[in-house]
């Protein structure tokens, strides 16, 4: 039930204001501040004027040095217990993406994000505490959920004199419209993702056979989403066709089929070909390459392979499951040896961590309504690294809100609050 979610970098360097449609013809708007515009060279606390406002800079400044992370030429750089805030009210907002780094070869660091709905008289944290351990931009999303006027404060928590960058400040307007939902996303959309080319790390692929929200500057999925029964299952052999996906927005690269090779990691299937073998149109599907995450082999080969085979297994007793999995962190461990952070010429990002959280219902229909407190739900975290091929899949079970920690989704968000709570908490021992 977690709102903080984290992503790959938002590339946009200067503050605007953008329209676009939402499902049902709603009109939202994004604000991105990118520090371009203002000065600010010492830690002295200081009231600065950026693009968007006035905002209060607090043991903070803005960074143009080469060591200052950035995606334009300039960024605020934050140290000790410094702070960011707006000086100004956002007319609302919905979700919140803020890109964040380490500054030069600083240590880890840790932040978090408050916001204010009374003029700044009173503020609430917003999501779960942010660590920042990355030299390159990584982008944390959260959900504020506010119809109304909303200032925002971005502030350190830890790390000591470590000091960390912040950029494109993204604010997008709230709206009550829902992002579409299929089949796949019948217990909810983990990070609220949208057919909208501004939100190109948060962007929803609704596929017939899983839903994807996808993370154009990982090159890979923030998650996958898929319903699986037994009408999913049947003789369609392996298609191993792997290859690019063209339903990507115009101009976004399109992870190649064999952009892996070489790389010592696996096409590691989120939705796997072994739950797509009703038709040879579905199992082909799965061989996308935005159905796909850099893995070690021995973490795609072993225990990752086996929970998908028990998942059928379930499937064959009379159950139907719904499924969501991903990646998270970076740098892994394949058969090259060695932590790798990116692969195909930087166009896809390796995750340090796989994830995956199911629910287990018997076969019916109106799933969301038969959601109790008894359902079953399995989550795991493994390692993406080598010499883990032998362990057993169970060993790595923990809670769905551990996951949810860990990554920021928010998943089965269409069950009752109440049951969510009893459900997630709770580690699978069957």
């Known amino acids: 039930m977690r709102r903080l979610r984290n992503y790959g970098a938002l590339a ?19 604000t991105t501040e990118g520090f371009e515009s203002g000065t600010k060279t010492a830690y002295a606390a200081a009231d600065v004027s950026l693009a968007t406002g006035w905002w209060y800079f607090d043991d903070a400044l803005i960074g143009n040095l080469s060591t200052d992370r950035k995606t334009g030429s300039a960024s605020a750089r934050i140290r000790n217990t410094g702070s960011i805030k707006t000086d100004f009210d956002f007319a609302s907002a919905g979700t919140v993406t803020i890109q964040h780094a380490v500054f030069g070869t600083d240590g880890s660091s ?5 916001a204010s709905t009374n003029g700044g008289s009173s503020y609430a944290k917003v999501g779960s505490t942010v660590t920042t351990s990355s030299t390159s931009l990584q982008t944390a999303t959260f959900t504020v959920n506010s119809s109304g006027a909303v200032r925002l404060s971005i502030r350190k928590t830890g790390g000591g004199t470590n000091r960390i960058n912040i950029d494109n400040v993204a604010v997008n307007s709230y709206s009550q419209s829902p992002p579409p939902a299929g089949e796949h996303l019948t217990m909810g959309n983990p990070t609220n993702a949208v057919v909208d080319v501004n939100q190109p790390n948060n962007y929803l692929l609704d596929k017939p056979q899983y839903a994807v929200g996808y993370s154009r500057d990982n090159g890979r999925p923030n998650w996958v ?5 037994s009408t999913w299952l049947g003789s369609a052999t392996r298609q191993n066709d792997f290859r690019n996906d063209t339903t990507l927005p115009s101009g976004w690269y399109q992870v190649q089929g064999t952009d892996y090779t070489g790389s010592g990691f696996d096409r590691g299937h989120h939705c796997p070909s072994g739950d797509r073998t009703n038709t040879v149109t579905d199992n082909s599907a799965t061989f ?5 995450m850099p893995q070690a082999p021995d973490n795609n080969q072993g225990p990752w392979e086996a929970l998908e085979s028990y998942c059928r297994t379930l499937v064959s007793s009379g159950n139907e499951l719904y499924i969501i999995a991903g990646g998270t962190g970076s740098g892994g461990t394949g058969s090259n040896g060695g932590v790798t952070t990116t692969i195909a010429n930087g166009h896809v990002t390796v995750p340090s961590q ?6 287990v219902l018997p076969a019916g229909t109106n799933d969301v309504s038969r959601v109790t407190t008894s359902t079953r739900t399995i989550a795991v975290i493994m390692p993406n690294t080598q010499g883990i091929r032998n362990n057993t899949w169970q060993q790595y ?3 769905v809100d551990q996951v949810e920690a860990l990554t920021g989704y928010d998943f089965f968000s269409n069950v009752d609050p109440s049951i969510q709570a009893v459900i997630e908490s709770r580690v699978d021992n069957q």
Do not use: Q, Y
């Open 12 to 30: 946009c360097a200067l503050a605007l204001v953008a329209a676009f449609a939402l499902p049902g013809g709603a009109r939202a708007t994004t």
């Open 110 to 114: 840790t932040w978090e994000l408050w």
């Open 225 to 229: 989403s898929w319903h699986l029964d």
């Open 288 to 292: 996308l390459m935005t159905n796909m």
């Open 354 to 359: 796989t994830w995956k959280v199911i629910m």
């Open 397 to 399: 079970r923990v809670s």
